[in-house]
């Protein structure tokens, strides 16, 4: 059965960084499309950042400069560096996996709670 497990998350100051780790166990990451999605209290989950099974990125417009997603296939795990954090980050951030853009994800982390203080 495919796992995601996310690690990483915490208070931070704004103007902090973290990372996120999303380690993935029976799945081929190079072979899907690894995301990262958030949920604010009272909000609809929204994607945050992609990257393709080619290496191809995307990002919310509201995280464009400030975050990063990368893959390390070796480690089968998938980061999320949050640089310039604002207290609007402030969710529980998890990590996909779908094979089709077309469709939703497939799987589903449990979820790490990223609280960014003013």
């Known amino acids: 059965q495919v796992q995601l497990v996310e690690s990483g998350g915490g208070l931070v100051q704004a103007g902090g960084s973290l990372r996120l780790s999303c380690a993935a166990s029976?799945?081929?990451?190079?072979?899907?499309?690894m995301g990262w999605y958030r949920q604010a209290p009272g909000k609809q989950r929204e994607l945050v950042a992609m990257?393709?099974?080619?290496?191809?990125?995307n990002y919310a417009d509201s995280v464009k400069g400030r975050f990063t997603i990368s893959r390390d296939n070796a480690k089968n795990t998938v980061y999320l560096q949050m640089n310039s954090l604002k207290p609007e980050d402030t969710a529980v951030y998890y990590c996909?996996?779908?094979?089709?853009?077309?469709?939703?994800?497939?799987?589903w982390g449990q979820g790490t709670q990223v609280t960014v203080s003013s």
């Open positions: 990257i393709t099974g080619s290496g191809r990125t």
């Open positions: 029976r799945i081929i990451l190079s072979s899907n499309n």
């Open positions: 996909s996996a779908q094979s089709l853009l077309s469709r939703p994800p497939d799987y």
